[in-house]
């Protein structure tokens, strides 16, 4: 199972710290960031699985933040923290396409349940709708099509079935043998530079900086992994 990726943007040192550890602990792949303009930084280059955005924050405020992403097309479940349960907030938050909220303080047990609520509920609609979404890229597996910023990407059939393979282990060391046998169906010798020009490809169709890919990444000597 892929490690799930959250993006926790919040001002306050200690609720940063103790929240980023926390949710560390329960197994995410957790980023903190500590101001809003970091953190629209972040959430639109990087693939997150959830973000939590504080309401009050310095630069863009979480609303904002909120606002700007949905605008751009991110569907990423966001989770609000609003401070003394202010029904403006909430409405503010909600209206802009923010999925939750936990007012502060909070305890530790209800935002987690929260937060496993919601990272559950986006996986159930991926997988009844068969489709993945990373960064500004976005795959329909049961059409077969991938678009990067809305327009469509012609990818090989061997392309496609490459990415598929590596969405479906994300966060797994895969070795070019394992990647030869799972998407060509044979042993290649040690030698061949098949699975290398694949993901050369790849990246250069998907990566906003194919040079410095950031999702398709070379384990020197081992393989590749995949992180969106």
Known sequence: MKQQRILLVEDEPGLRLTLGDRLTREGYDVSCVQDGDLGFARASCESFDLLILDVMLPGRGGVELCRELRRRGSDVP?????????????????????DDYVTKPFEMAELLARVEAR???RQQTAEAGGAYRFGQVSVDFRKAEV????????????????????????GALLSRNELLDGVWGYHAM??????DVHVSW???KLEPVPRRPQY????????YKFVG
């Open 78 to 98: 966001v989770l609000m923290l609003t401070a003394r349960g202010q029904l403006a907030d909430r409405v503010a938050g909600l209206k802009v396409g923010a």
């Open 119 to 121: 990272l559950r509920r």
């Open 147 to 170: 678009r990067r910023e809305g327009t469509q990407v012609p990818l090989s059939a061997k392309e496609f079935l490459l990415l598929k393979y590596f969405i479906e282990h994300r």
């Open 190 to 195: 040690p030698v061949t530079r098949t699975v």
């Open 202 to 204: 790849l990246r250069k």
């Open 216 to 223: 398709i990444l070379t384990t020197h000597k081992l393989g």
